[in-house]
């Protein structure tokens, strides 16, 4: 049993009854089977494994992986331990996860296929799957009730134990030791672990304080016993009254310090100062093994720096040191380590830094290169030629090279950068360090980690002085700006890098530098860009809109629209973007949507969050409000997911517009970013009435940095109305012929009738508004449809044509009334009363039934409806199959429906608002 550890118990025997049959530990309530997540978190020795392998007491299906130091840095090795039981389910997964998750159990001897054509967090994806799999399976897992685990003394004698119990519990993931998994077992684990909703799965992790942060999971922190729990403990120990206060004293609550303090030569002397605990029983278990004879110290070295429990290989490795496994012998009497057929554990991951680190450097260097010889695994061989190296070796690093890429090519870009760093610090030649490190700096970038890849530049700056190696470093570094929120910088600094670049480099360089320039109004940078590839369509086009050109520019632009809706899928999210930039609201959803389907069907799970960001954008300039919401709410799950919470904001800032729509000035400062002015707040201020407020924002965002961009265009319309409503005409008249000049270039159905209807404004002629309400009728953009069909109606009924005045008003009143646009509805409706329609027109319509469904919901049902499986459903949306069914269950009732065949008679259409 457990002492002092109540609280912990009941919180992990509730998660456990709750994916068992979804019933609260404490309250008895239920409401389905439930999936959780939590991390146990406390010092070396607390007890955290005690607790792990109490929770699997009981529970039939449990998956074990213990985080390793000396496997830290091999790609999915931590993975690979959790899965090897169950390995052969891998090819009953969707395809595009299977090979993922094939490719991440790769040995390193395979070759799993180009990594450019994955995406690093599919293996999550896969786990989840295969995890919810496992939980819904009534057979027992293959090698179900051998799977080992290593044991700990940090909990009492005779613990752990797992009786026969029928195969309907819940599936237990322990994760011990999480801080030292390898990174790219760590995300697979954490997007699995925060995407758990109905499976009947529970991961529980452990991990030492201050390590394995950031999870964005649930936490328990495990204090240290109280007195009264550690004489409990204690009590199975025979031992003096005075040596048990002692060891109570000097122990300081730490479980494994109360048991090993009573096992071995008290570490503390009389009156000298007491070194921290941990501290304490690391040297508890250097002065236990310093006693044993020298063969074992060495044999224990050798299991200690080989890391994996391999023991062909360590077995290998003591033969040419002249030991054997008899050698252990004393080693297993003391309990600090447990030999089986196939490997050597040890007791306590403190024994085996106490062995590793305890021997003299001569030692740990002949062991590392007994195990480099022995290795049967290129990539351990490679691992143990470096820690045995003492000076730079172009051999080594060139392996480290080798085993680096072989960890690109499974994703494993973290472990690649790391085996890069490794080999950069054994290259002789400085250049050839420079170029290693900073291959170690794009991995690291590609990783996720932009300061730590910032840092590898810049230390490669210093060992070259080749200039086109130092533009590749300054690619690095502006995309890492680029990374921070800093489009501008980057732009300068990506634009400035290519004229130096190789040839192969500067094309993607400048490309990438105008993109950034055009999105922060870093106009010199694109017009530089241009200058320096002349032969770039898209470059050409953006530069003569920033010179005001549109005539030139919008056409080139637009036949690079048309072309990739054309042809093949390369390109497509580009020429959604360009296809903003131009107003062609039809391609830009066409190209999103296909983007999308794309991306979830090939489970690119890194890229897909941008491609939903530049969907949400096509979706509000369509007036599709309540689905750019939805876009924007699982981009910034998934960027939650995938470890990029820095996104978020970004994310959200696409959104700002709508705020500005419905007149909700406080959303719409909390959702505004730091870049340049985009006349938002002046059509909030215009449609508020605040008209003088409206011009003058609206002329800063015209004369501002992103004048050129078709968010300002628009608002250059915006200005025209400001101004001819503060009684100032003359200054709408540059704004008008700004407009007109890109309306007719772009030749958009939509910008044309907004030209017409600004021109309509300033002559306060009925044929323009006539034109206007002609053109919107085959365009896009039903708010800017209905602000004409509000300024035609207020100009008709001023023109005591009141009858005529209702048709555009009350169409105006529709969509301002879909849009939940409240301030121009306001204004539509009291100009319809006005035409002598009775106030009953300010009643609101009912809410849409779908405004009751999550967007999560929303997803499943509209796919559900399609006759989509729930088990494709959980493919497309990144869920597990059980957890689509659970969204199922909870939005039926919402929709008034109990079954999947009532969906097809719903009007499942677009959200609007």
């Not at 049967?376 to 730079?392: E, Q, T």
């Not at 300033?762 to 365009?779: F, M, N």
Request: with cysteine; aromatic share 4%; net charge negative.
């Amino acid at each position: 049993m457990l002492y002092g550890r109540n609280t912990e118990q009941a919180r992990i025997a509730a998660l456990l009854s709750e994916a068992r049959d979804g019933r609260d530990a404490a309250t008895g309530s239920g409401g389905g089977r439930r999936s959780g997540a939590l991390v146990l978190r406390g010092e070396a020795g607390i007890g955290k494994s005690a607790l792990l392998e109490d929770a699997a007491d009981g529970v039939p299906r449990v998956l074990r992986a213990v985080g390793i130091e000396a496997e830290s840095e091999i790609a999915f090795a931590g993975l690979n331990q959790l899965l090897w039981p169950v390995r052969d389910r891998v090819d009953s997964l969707p395809g595009p996860q299977a090979r993922a998750l094939r490719a991440a159990l790769a040995g390193s001897g395979e070759h799993p296929g180009d990594p450019d054509s994955r995406d690093r967090f599919t293996t999550g994806l896969a786990l989840l799957t295969l995890l919810a799999d496992l939980a819904e399976a009534d057979a027992p897992m293959p090698g179900e009730g051998t799977i080992p685990h290593t044991p700990r003394n940090d909990q009492p004698p005779g613990g752990g134990a797992t009786p026969h119990t029928p195969r309907n519990g819940p599936l237990l993931c322990l994760l011990d030791d999480a801080q030292w998994f390898d990174v790219e077992t760590s995300e697979a684990l954490l997007f699995a672990a925060r995407r758990l909703a109905a499976e009947g799965v529970v991961m529980l992790f452990a991990a030492r304080d201050e390590a394995f942060a950031g999870t964005g999971l649930p936490e328990l922190h495990l204090d240290r016993l109280d007195r009264d729990a550690a004489e409990r403990l204690l009590s199975t120990r025979r031992l003096p009254p005075l040596t048990r206060a002692r060891i109570v004293r000097e122990s300081e609550g730490n479980p494994l310090a109360l048991l090993e303090f009573g096992s071995v030569r008290f570490p503390v002397p009389d009156g000298a100062r007491p070194l921290p605990v941990t501290d304490r029983v690391i040297a508890a278990f250097r002065d236990q093994i310093g006693g044993l004879p020298e063969a074992t110290q060495t044999m224990l070295l050798i299991a200690a720096a080989e890391g994996r429990g391999h023991m062909p290989s360590q077995l290998a490795a003591a033969r040419a040191l002249g030991v054997g496994l008899a050698d252990l012998e004393e080693a297993e009497r003391a309990r600090l380590v447990e030999v089986t057929g196939r490997t050597i554990v040890f007791r306590h991951p403190l024994i085996r830094a106490a062995s590793y680190h305890g021997a003299v450097a001569a030692q740990r260097l002949a062991v590392h290169r007994a195990l480099a010889d022995a290795a049967d695994d290129l990539d351990c061989r490679a691992r143990h030629l470096a820690s045995a190296a003492m000076a730079p070796d172009e051999d080594v690093a060139s392996e480290l090279q080798q085993a680096a890429e072989r960890a690109r090519g499974r994703c494993g870009y973290a472990t690649a950068a790391a085996l890069y760093r490794q080999a950069a610090e054994l290259t002789p030649v400085p250049h050839a360090r420079a170029v290693r490190l900073r291959s170690a700096a794009e991995l690291t970038l590609q990783a996720g980690q932009p300061d730590e890849a910032e840092s590898l530049a810049a230390d490669a700056e210093k060992f070259t002085a080749d200039t086109a190696e130092h533009a590749r470093l300054g690619r690095v570094r502006a995309s890492v700006e680029f990374e921070r929120g800093d489009p501008a910088t980057a732009a300068r600094m990506m634009v400035e890098h290519a004229e130096h670049a190789a040839p192969d480099d500067r094309a993607e360089m400048l490309r990438t530098g105008a993109t950034y320039a055009w999105r922060s109004g870093e106009a010199p940078a694109v017009l530089r860009a241009a200058r320096l590839l002349p032969a770039d369509r898209t470059i050409q086009g953006l530069a003569h809109l920033v010179e005001g050109d549109v005539g030139r520019g919008l056409p080139v632009l637009a036949a690079l629209v048309s072309q990739a809706r054309a042809t093949e899928p390369a390109g497509r999210l580009r020429a959604a973007r360009l296809a903003l930039i131009v107003g062609d609201d039809a391609a830009a959803l066409d190209l999103t949507t296909a983007e999308t389907a794309f991306s979830r069907g090939h489970g690119l799970i890194g890229s897909l969050p941008d491609v939903l960001r530049t969907q949400a954008q096509a979706r509000i300039a369509a007036g599709l409000h309540g689905d750019a919401e939805h876009s924007v709410a699982e981009a910034v799950a998934l960027a939650r997911d995938i470890g990029l919470p820095v996104r978020e904001g970004r994310f959200r800032a696409v959104l700002a517009r709508i705020p500005a729509i419905e007149g909700d000035e406080a959303r719409l400062t909390e959702l505004m970013d730091d870049t340049p002015q985009s006349g938002l707040t002046g059509l909030l201020h215009l449609g508020l009435g605040r008209y003088d407020d409206a011009l003058r924002h609206l002329e800063g965002a015209a004369h501002g940095p992103r004048r050129y961009s078709a968010g300002v265009m628009v608002s250059s319309a915006d200005l025209v109305e400001a101004a001819v409503r503060s009684g100032d005409p003359d200054r709408a008249r540059p704004a008008f012929d700004r407009f007109h000049a890109w309306a007719h270039a772009g030749g958009q159905p939509w910008a044309l009738a907004v030209a017409s209807r600004c021109k309509a404004l300033l002559e306060d002629a009925e044929e323009h508004y006539a034109q206007a309400i002609s053109l919107h009728e085959r365009s896009t953009r039903p708010f800017e449809r209905a602000r004409t069909e509000l300024l035609y109606g207020e100009w008709l009924r001023r023109a005591r044509r009141r009858s005529d005045a209702r048709h555009p008003l009350r169409s105006a009143v529709e969509i301002f009334e879909r849009l939940r646009a409240a301030p121009w509805l306001d204004r539509a409706r009291a100009e319809l009363r006005a035409t002598g329609v009775p106030g009953a027109a300010s009643v609101p319509t009912a809410p849409d039934l779908f405004d009751r469904l999550t967007p999560q919901e929303l997803q499943v049902v509209r796919l559900a409806a399609e006759g989509t499986s729930s088990r494709d459903i959980a493919a497309q949306l990144f869920l597990s199959p059980r957890t689509v069914e659970y969204h199922l269950y909870k939005a039926y009732p919402k929709l008034g429906i109990s079954s999947r065949k009532e969906l097809s008679r719903l009007t499942l259409e677009p959200a609007h608002s």
